[in-house]
């Protein structure tokens, strides 16, 4: 099926650990986005990219590491988890300038 | 003041009812605007999207557009019990390569 998929959908790992999540596309979007979600703080913006090879930094971008070698994929690396990196992750791409944004269904994080 | 604001809510509308939402923006050379709508523990679903100055329609959802207030606003007319969720409002900046999102207003639609 077309779309946004991430996986895994649920991770518990330990700190200290290195953890990657996934995310691929089948839209041939520019832009891919990754978030994350706490409560009482909504969405925030970690890293995006516009294109392959090109990635920039969100709101939050310490701690976790992109890359991008191709369009459909977009993985979100934490090098070395700590507890406060628990949360709802989300990927998200998009076409180009001002098109909607859509989301892939999360991957729900636990550092312990 | 933060890029985009929401009244965080919740904001309860009994069944059947018109539920009005609202959103301010401080970037003047915003371009797209749109209202997402997530349910508790999914993921954030698109419902609607407005460029131009004015009133969108689809279906029970109107998207109102001010740009010179800088305010977008989002009704749902015969509320339901399963419009119960946060909605988010999202714009993007005048570089056109971010969309910002405020941290949402939870609706509750009370039967």
């Known amino acids: 099926d077309a779309g946004i998929t991430q996986s895994p959908r649920y991770k518990i790992t330990e700190t200290g650990r290195q953890v990657t999540l996934m995310c691929h596309q089948t839209w041939s979007h520019s832009y891919m986005f990754w978030y994350r979600q706490d409560l009482g703080h909504g969405l925030r913006l970690i890293y995006y990219?516009?294109?392959?090879?090109?990635?920039d930094k969100g709101e939050v971008p310490d701690g976790y590491v992109v890359s991008r070698s191709k369009t459909e994929n977009f993985p979100l690396t934490l090098e070395s988890a700590t507890r406060s990196q628990t949360s709802v992750y989300f990927c998200?791409?998009?076409?180009?300038?001002?098109?909607?944004?859509?989301f892939g269904d999360g991957t729900r994080l636990s550092i312990l | 003041q933060k890029e985009v604001e929401q009244n965080s809510g919740p904001l309860s509308v009994p069944e059947g009812a018109i539920a009005s939402l609202n959103c301010t923006y401080s970037?003047?050379?915003?371009?797209?605007f749109f209202w997402y709508r997530q349910y508790s523990g999914k993921s954030p679903e698109l419902i609607m999207f407005?460029?131009?100055?004015g009133d969108k329609e689809d279906g029970r959802f109107t998207a109102q557009l001010n740009k010179a207030s800088q305010y977008v606003s989002l009704l749902i007319r015969d509320s339901q019990p399963s419009d119960s969720a946060t909605y988010l409002c999202a714009v993007t900046g005048s570089s056109a390569s971010k969309i910002i999102f405020g941290s949402g207003t939870r609706l509750s639609i009370r039967p």
């Open positions: 990219s516009a294109a392959a090879d090109i990635t």
């Open positions: 998200a791409s998009r076409g180009e300038f001002n098109q909607p944004q859509h």
């Open positions: 970037d003047r050379g915003s371009q797209s």
């Open positions: 407005i460029y131009s100055n």
